[in-house]
């Protein structure tokens, strides 16, 4: 990077002087929290809801971020959003999910009314008030910026901000469609309150490099060519001079267990037709006999997934065509997770400096008649809870002492690997970019370069 380019951001307190170093006041100063909350988040698109929360007119959720709330309501003309304020005198109107197809929107405090388009259809005694005071596009619940995109509704607080598309790049939204993101649907919805600084539990999920520690159980199934970091790997992993035959059960043991550690990453319909994969023919290597296995894995997945009327993509052709990143980041807040159809996926929010709202959706394609109890809310666990998958329990173990860490004194910078933890630096200098004010069609076209996966090196993001 140029002078020219961090000169731009000077002005930031905290700021990624380096790339390679990330401040660690910039996870629980309050006042860098305070510069994030008026210059960030105003600013940027944030996933507000996925659509199958909403199925029929009328239905409605609330998206909160800090004091604002925003109500996602279905109607016959289409998905809407409007701040959640009586037009009177401020009351909330909506609290969590519900239906207003027949009531509409009714203010606990006075009783006025708005239908699910947002115009006001009842105000109590109208005529003690100066009728100037209430002309509809005075009165009329106010709009909130919503776009759609994969099976969401996304908000954005600014009307003049770039478009999604122009926010989350071409890039992605060619990946995403030829997957048919926008067809998945949920299995499960987790959340909790993590005591973790929003960035801090993110970062977690955007390098693979911790697997080794946080999860032995996935490490322990890998073999000696898959590792990407060294060649320590003998120092952590039991011996792999294995044949074909073990290498492929192992491959396939590999993704059952990660299946059953996250769910949506690897779907049991899909372990189901991994573990008809054991006997296959193979080739005598064990490292192409593994390439065969994952080759046949995604051919059968595909066919089966056709065969059940759900509605599957040719998962060879995709890969082949629109190669994907183990974990895809969508600045600022959401991740998909993909592996073959199925995916998981992550929603963070700020909550305080240093504590957050964390959510896990397990996500799969199913048949569109295919009777299902969706969720409407998500199934709240404290963090600490021995329901939780086991991957995501053992991340959240980690991110409190995280948190910890950082105020025990003599750390002062988070190091990165350039080529593997780049995502952490990317991201965190886009961060900055905001804070300084830059020009958004220059933060837009930035946000392009971020949103380009895990374990991505760093890059040049333009200032």
Known sequence: MTANMTDATKSVPLRVADPEL???????????????????????????????????????????????????????????????????RGVRLATGPGNCAKSG???????????PEGKNTFVFSKQIFNQELLDHAEIDLKPCRIEEWIGCAFINFDDDAPSLRESMGQAIYDRFAARNVEKLKMDWWYATELPTNWKLAMEAFMEGYHVMRTHPQLHALSSKGSLSYGTDFDDFVPNRDIDARQAVNLSIDSLKRIGEGMAGLVHQTEIDVLEKLRDMDIPDDPMAASGAMFAKAMEEVTKDGLARGTPMFDIPKVMAEYPFHGVEFMFPHFFLLPMFAAMSSYRIRPLTAETCYFEIWSLVLRPEDEPFDTPKEATYLPHDSPDYPEIPAQDYSNLPLQQLGLHGGGFENMRLSKDFEGLISNYQRLIDGYLAGLDPQKLAKAANVVNNGYESPIRDIGF
């Open 22 to 88: 990330i401040p660690a006041a910039r996870y629980y100063d309050e006042a860098f929290f305070k510069l994030e909350k008026e210059k960030l988040w105003p600013h940027v698109w944030q996933m507000a809801c996925r659509l199958e929360e909403i199925p029929e007119v009328g239905d409605f959720t609330e998206y909160t971020l800090f004091e604002k709330s925003v109500i996602v309501v279905r109607t016959k003309s289409g998905i809407k959003a409007f701040h959640n304020t009586c037009r009177h």
């Open 105 to 115: 929107f009714v203010c606990p405090f006075h009783g006025w009314r708005w239908n």
